[in-house]
């Protein structure tokens, strides 16, 4: 069992919130982490996609005032939207007899608006945490390498050979888009959303141009842009947005965009191994959109990630601001020897950040210039995680 950094946190919110919506990707492990402190708790677990816990919520009021003296872990949520506004009921009747926190855990494949679209808001009741896969602080343990290809899902990461590895990946793939896709909103054609899905994946760490991927996919700009919506909803694609500031400079205004995982990035494009990762055209693209999801999952809550790139070619591949206006000025090289371009250093100059770095795939540490580090993924996450 490999320990998730997020399982205190969750504890910590259901000792100081009645629900608690813990929220990632199907097969992330959100299940798995739920019964690890049901057990601890004598939590109450429903599956929602089962029939027989199904036909218990049938009086779903009755049924769950009952259990009112413990956890209930509610799995899959969203399939039963009319659970919110009971739910908000029950809590309000449990405050009023003293019974304030740790009342529900919900668990959902959805992001928080879908989750909202779904049913009545839980404002004021409910806390939400988000749960992806394994990251590169969890797995220190496995060989470097192995994360970046697998993925972080555990059955893929963990599978017994790479081949397992892009079986199970292009399964689930096939999965999402046949069978859990179409409960998220109008019927989409799979076929089309697998094109949108592998040129995302071609495309990785691009601009979004929707007008560009309308022309390819043979649909109008307002069906991709909901494409997409639905792809990032299910927290299976991040648009990373672009840093504004009153600089006086014209800086780019489209988000880029990423497949969250790096498996499900090389399971598109056919890579099975190292050998053909390392030489697909994608390579340094998946590296970024590696280490970008890394560092933001292990940087502390309230910072926001960016990217920033003005007109005249000043570049930051990621930019970590936190609350106070602090900022980290981040690149990312896949290369051993990393060198600067000049993009770099005036991108510093306008957004004058506190600290400076740049990620390689090497295991040392070393000044590259007097105010910029070189170091691994994992150094640099964990520097974030202990901010």
């Avoid at 490999?2 to 969750?10: A, F, G, N």
């Avoid at 969203?78 to 009747?93: C, E, M």
């Avoid at 609350?323 to 690149?331: C, K, L, T």
């Amino acid at each position: 069992m490999i320990k998730r950094r997020l399982t205190e946190k969750v504890s910590e919110a259901l000792a100081d919130m009645p629900a608690v919506a813990l929220l990632g990707p199907r097969q992330s492990g959100k299940t798995t982490l739920a019964l690890e402190l049901g057990e601890k708790l004598n939590a109450l677990y429903l599956d929602l996609e089962s029939e027989q816990d199904r036909a218990r919520l049938a009086q779903a009021e009755l049924y769950l005032a009952e259990q009112q003296h413990r956890l209930v872990i509610l799995d899959e949520v969203h399939r039963a939207p009319g659970l919110f506004p009971i739910l908000r009921g029950l809590i309000d009747r449990a405050r009023r007899a003293g019974h304030r926190s740790g009342q529900y855990l919900l668990l959902g494949s959805a992001a928080l608006d879908l989750l909202k679209q779904s049913g009545e808001t839980l404002a004021g009741r409910i806390a939400y945490l988000e749960l992806g896969p394994f990251d590169a602080l969890e797995t220190r343990h496995l060989p470097a390498d192995q994360l970046w290809l697998r993925g972080g899902f555990p059955e893929s990461l963990l599978a017994g050979s790479n081949q397992k590895s892009l079986r199970w990946r292009q399964n689930f793939i096939r999965s999402y888009l046949e069978r859990d896709i179409p409960q998220f909103g109008p019927r989409i054609a799979a076929e089309t959303l697998r094109r949108f899905w592998t040129m995302l994946a071609h495309h990785q760490g691009g601009l979004l141009n929707t007008a560009q991927f309308a022309r390819n996919l043979g649909v109008d700009g307002k069906t991709v842009a909901g494409y997409l919506d639905l792809l990032a909803d299910l927290l299976l694609v991040r648009r990373l947005q672009p840093w504004h500031d009153n600089l006086g400079k014209r800086l780019v205004k489209s988000p880029k965009v990423y497949v969250r995982d790096s498996g499900l990035v090389h399971a598109l494009l056919g890579i099975a191994d190292q050998d053909a990762l390392l030489s697909h055209p994608v390579v340094g693209a998946s590296w970024e959109g590696f280490v970008v999801e890394n560092l933001i999952a292990a940087a502390p809550e309230g910072v926001a990630a960016h990217f920033y790139r003005s007109s005249g070619g000043a570049e930051v591949d990621l930019l970590l601001v936190w609350p106070d206006d602090r900022r980290w000025a981040i690149e990312i090289k896949r290369s051993l020897s990393p060198k600067l371009e000049r993009g770099f250093h005036a991108a510093c100059a306008d957004l004058a950040p506190e600290r400076k770095f740049v990620v390689y795939p090497g295991s040392e540490r070393y000044p590259l210039a007097e105010d910029i580090e070189a170091l691994p993924l994992t150094a640099l996450a964990e520097m974030l995680a202990g901010a």
